[in-house]
């Protein structure tokens, strides 16, 4: 799949040729909602906790006579089915929530989003993009020149103190290298915007 290369000022300076395996695959969208999920999940930490009926505190006095009330026998006001009672299946800090996905399918669908971004128009390629000074401002005017308003993912095959520092206030704009993008990002973003070296990197992480 041949993807147009843009300059400085947003212009057209050429074509490259990039893998069909990669950015021009069909678009699977039960796979891709896979991975996301699963990122998602992996991310989270078991922090909550909940009281079983043996930790609240709780009176072990027969809250009142077994028989001749009319009421539910009762032992103690700590079970799962009284109010302030304990849980009967209580989270607890070591839960967890992290779901597998196979290699090869998360290859799939980083290739089937990266195919998307492809065919909408909203991946672009440029030979290089370097700052030569820690400047939000020059970063800033480096997108506008080009014509990125939209918040942009910026995928550089090295990310250098100058580029990460100057999109570093930017907060519609991420700086990242290849091996640390993910599904997340990649959809998040109206644009993305990668270097020819960080194209091959693709290529040869999900063909």
Known sequence: MDLR??????????????????FARAYNEALVHQIVTAYLANARTGN????????????TKKPY???????????MTSSPLWRGGGRAFPNKPDEDFSQKVNRRMYRAGMASILSRLAQDGRLSVVESLDVDVPRTRVLAGKLKDMGINERVLIISPVVDD??????????????????QVDPVS??????????????????????
């Not at 006579?65 to 032992?75: I, V």
């Not at 915007?193 to 693709?202: D, G, H, N, P, Q």
Request: no cysteine.
């Open 48 to 59: 909550r906790a909940q009281l079983t009926r043996a930790e609240v505190r709780h009176s």
């Open 162 to 179: 100058n580029l990460w520092l100057s999109a570093r206030n930017l907060h519609t704009v991420l700086v990242l290298e290849p091996r």
């Open 5 to 22: 290369i843009i300059n400085d000022k947003g212009q057209d300076a050429g074509v490259v040729n990039a893998a069909d395996s990669v």
């Open 65 to 75: 006579r077994q028989k001749g009330t009319g009421r539910a026998r009762a032992g």
């Open 186 to 207: 990649l959809i998040r973003y109206d644009r993305v915007l990668m270097t020819r070296e960080a194209l091959k990197s693709f290529e040869e992480m999900y063909a």
